[in-house]
C-alpha cells in the first residue's frame, strides 16, 4: 500500500503543470518544439526573475506542503481505519486545492506571452496538465 500512495502523491505533485500553447506559425514550425520549449523555459525564467510575487509563491509553496502531508495522513489513517482509498482521495482533494493555488498570475502569463511574441511565438493561451 505504502508504494501505491508514494506512486500517488508523486503523480500529483509533478502532473501540476501550466503552460503556454502556442499556435504553429511558420516561427515555430522553423524552429520546432525542442527550441520552442528551450524558448519556453527562458520566457519563465526572466518571469521568475521580473515578475515580483514572493508572498504569493511563499504561500503556495505552504498550501502544496500541507496539502500533500494531508494526502499522506489521509492515506496513513485511511489504511489503519480499513478505508485507505478513502484517505488517500480526501488528501489528494486538499493537493489539488493546493496545486490550482499554485498556478501560475495572470501577470506572469503575460510576461511569458510577451516574451514569448518578441522571440516569434504567437502564444494562444494557457493549457493546464493535471
Not at 17 to 37: C, D, I, M, R
Not at 50 to 73: F, I, N, P, R
Request: with cysteine; charged share 20%.
Amino acid at each position: 500500500m505504502k508504494k501505491y500512495l508514494v506512486l500517488l502523491i508523486g503523480m500529483i505533485l509533478t502532473g501540476c503543470a501550466s503552460g503556454p500553447v502556442l499556435y504553429p506559425n511558420a516561427h515555430l514550425k522553423q524552429v520546432g518544439q525542442e527550441q520552442a520549449q528551450r524558448d519556453i523555459d527562458d520566457c519563465r525564467r526572466q518571469a521568475d526573475a521580473y515578475v515580483k510575487s514572493a508572498a504569493a509563491k511563499t504561500m503556495a509553496k505552504d498550501t502544496a506542503l500541507g496539502g500533500a502531508g494531508g494526502a499522506v495522513v489521509g492515506g496513513a489513517m485511511g489504511a489503519v481505519t480499513g478505508s485507505f482509498g478513502k484517505g488517500v482521495g480526501v488528501g489528494a482533494g486538499l493537493v489539488t486545492g493546493a496545486i490550482k493555488a499554485s498556478r501560475p498570475s495572470p501577470i506572469y502569463k503575460t510576461f511569458v506571452n510577451r516574451c514569448l511574441t518578441n522571440k516569434g511565438y504567437d502564444p494562444i493561451g494557457w493549457q493546464d496538465w493535471l
